[in-house]
């Protein structure tokens, strides 16, 4: 690959976990014995529109947990929510450095709510390999709708053919290939670094 002039990332599952996917959810239902059908059905409704920034998180939760009496806080739930988030191994670190090395601009496309979004940026100092964020709760869609790749290009002022991307969920790498970006499925760090390594940057 010749002429990569910017690296579009997700972040969860790439560099941190999903914070709220369906195993956090899992033991959410357990920890505060919420019931799991129910749950699951408000869930599906409520969290689009938390993630594309139509509700903010203390929305999500009065649809989603404290719709009922509980035993315990919003404060109490939204800890253990953020507790979920953890950084992957190696990738994080490695980045900064290749990202000074090469001189490349490293911008994300990621599905995140807003409370979520802020946490993580900060809490794993994600602005030392990421020069901007167009995340779904500031733009108000998420992927796979090819519009969010639309409006990253557009920010970048840059070809798709010229970007290189990675996600771990196959059905955003197709959309963005579909695109023309230089798209791949992030299967692990050692993969992943291995075709950045790759980069003849002219």
């Known amino acids: 690959m010749t002429n990569i002039k910017l690296l579009f990332l997700d972040i969860g599952g790439v560099l941190l976990s999903d914070g709220w996917n369906h195993k956090s959810r899992m033991l959410a239902i357990e920890k505060f014995d919420l019931e799991p059908i129910q749950f699951q059905k408000d869930h599906s409704v409520a969290f689009t529109l938390f993630e594309n920034g139509k ?3 203390d929305q999500y939760l009065d649809c989603v947990v404290f719709n009922a009496e509980r035993s315990f806080t919003k404060e109490d739930f939204k800890q253990f ?7 992957l191994p190696d990738f994080l670190p490695w980045l900064a450095e290749w990202k000074k090395r090469t001189g490349i601009k490293i911008f994300s496309i990621n599905n995140e709510g807003k409370e979520f979004n802020d946490y993580r940026i900060k809490k794993f100092n994600l602005h030392q390999v990421f020069d901007a964020f167009i995340s779904s709760c ?3 869609f ?3 709708d090819p519009s969010i790749f639309k409006l990253a290009l557009g920010i970048a002022q840059e070809e798709a053919k010229h970007c290189m991307y990675f ?3 196959a059905i955003h790498v197709s959309i963005a290939k579909q695109l023309g970006f230089n798209a791949f499925v992030h299967k692990g760090f050692e993969e992943s ?3 950045l390594e ?3 940057k002219s």
């Not at 929510?81 to 950084?87: D, I, P, Y």
Request: zero cysteines; charged letters at 30%; hydrophobic letters at 30%.
């Open 55 to 57: 509700l903010t998180l």
């Open 81 to 87: 929510m953020f507790s979920r988030t953890t950084e």
């Open 138 to 140: 500031e733009v108000g």
């Open 142 to 144: 998420s992927k796979p």
């Open 167 to 169: 996600d771990d969920r």
């Open 193 to 195: 670094k291995t075709i």
């Open 198 to 200: 790759s980069i003849n």
